[in-house]
T-cell receptor, first 115, second 111 residues
């Protein structure tokens, strides 16, 4: 398997622009997670999907952030409008939740810089 | 969820075993110990997890004390490519889905 795939790997945009990050989870996995990592706050969970349904979005910073999972093989995280404080590395992770195993597999991340 | 305590940094000579400790004194009976690592500029990578028995895989060994209040991740022959931040995470098996990443241990493998 190719692992979790994220695109783009790098994104530079100007404040106010819309940003869309994409994720393809590992085939067969039923859970998907979006994380954000910064030096100040470390790795934070933004939202969690199970079977394509958002279960917990309490980590989404504000209404400017939205996430969708239209099918089991694709998810997007959108920021509109973007702000400089959104600059971070955004990771997508997926897992196959069977019973009590919660192992998550992470993608390479998208480095976002908002000017 | 139980909190974990890890040293902020450690050094290890290349080729030697790296032993990374983790304290989780408030762990409860159904909580697993997970280890991940993050090499610079990459996504976190799963290493190993366990409940109460020691575990071994192709990457590492996990030793959990009998009272489960602490554990040690062992990289048997550290290489320069093992330089990374290592995270010890305690999460319950049933119901909860989150992996809460702390600050971890920065392991530097020295030639």
């Amino acid at each position: 398997d190719a692992g979790v795939i994220q695109s783009p790997r790098h994104e530079v945009t100007e404040m106010g622009q819309e940003v869309t990050l994409r994720c393809k989870p590992i085939s067969g996995h039923n859970s998907l997670f979006w994380y954000r990592q910064t030096m100040m706050r470390g790795l934070e969970l933004l939202i969690y999907f199970n079977n394509n349904v958002p279960i917990d979005d309490s980590g989404m910073p504000e209404d400017r952030f939205s996430a969708k999972m239209p099918n089991a093989s694709f998810s997007t995280l959108k920021i509109q409008p973007s702000e400089p404080r959104d600059s971070a590395v955004y990771f997508c992770a997926s897992s196959l939740r069977t019973g009590i195993d919660k192992t998550q597999y992470f993608g390479p991340g998208t480095r976002l810089l908002v000017l | 969820d139980a909190k974990t305590t890890q040293p902020p940094s450690m050094d290890c000579a290349e080729g030697r075993a790296a032993n990374l400790p983790c304290n989780h004194s408030t762990i409860s009976g159904n909580e697993y110990v997970y280890w991940y690592r993050q090499i610079h500029s990459q996504g976190p990578q799963y290493i190993i997890h366990g409940l109460k028995n020691n575990e071994t895989n192709e990457m590492a060994s996990l030793i959990i004390t009998e009272d489960r209040k602490s554990s040690t991740l062992i990289l048997p022959h550290a290489t320069l490519r093992d330089t990374a931040v290592y995270y010890c995470i305690v999460e319950s098996g049933a119901g909860s889905y989150q992996l809460t990443f702390g600050k971890g241990t920065k392991l530097s493998v020295i030639p």
